[in-house]
């Protein structure tokens, strides 16, 4: 099993910045991708942004130039500095990873996520 925990999450005002932070730790033989999904209130879960192992990116269209992923792969971590947050409702941002496991090896890598932290912008 994998463990995530998630940090950095809280009220902040539109404008300003935080930075989300996700520590992955368990029987891990590797990780795959790591990423980010949230979840407004009463809508579906969307991607936020993504990195590959090797370091490729992918961003939703809303948060490109002012989000930027990053992960340190000796800490099996990712994080997510956000800048310029606009005003929303709170949304809950949710950490995944995939990971192949210490116990089975290689193959077809497993899906994670964290327990989600909240993020409201205030106006």
Known sequence: QVQL??????????????RLSCAASG????????????QPPGKQRELVAAITSGGNT??????KGRFTISRDNAKNTVYLPMNSLKPAAPAVYYC???WFSLATGWGV??????PGTQVPVSS
Not at 5 to 17: I, K, P, R, T, W
Not at 58 to 63: L, Q
Not at 109 to 114: A, E, I, K, Q
């Open 58 to 63: 992918n961003y939703a269209d809303s948060v």
């Open 5 to 18: 925990v998630e940090s950095g999450g809280g009220l902040v005002q539109a404008g300003g910045s935080l």
């Open 96 to 98: 995944t990873v995939d």
């Open 109 to 114: 890598p497993r899906d994670s996520w964290g």
């Open 27 to 38: 029987s891990i033989l590797a990780i795959n991708a790591m990423g980010w999904y949230r």
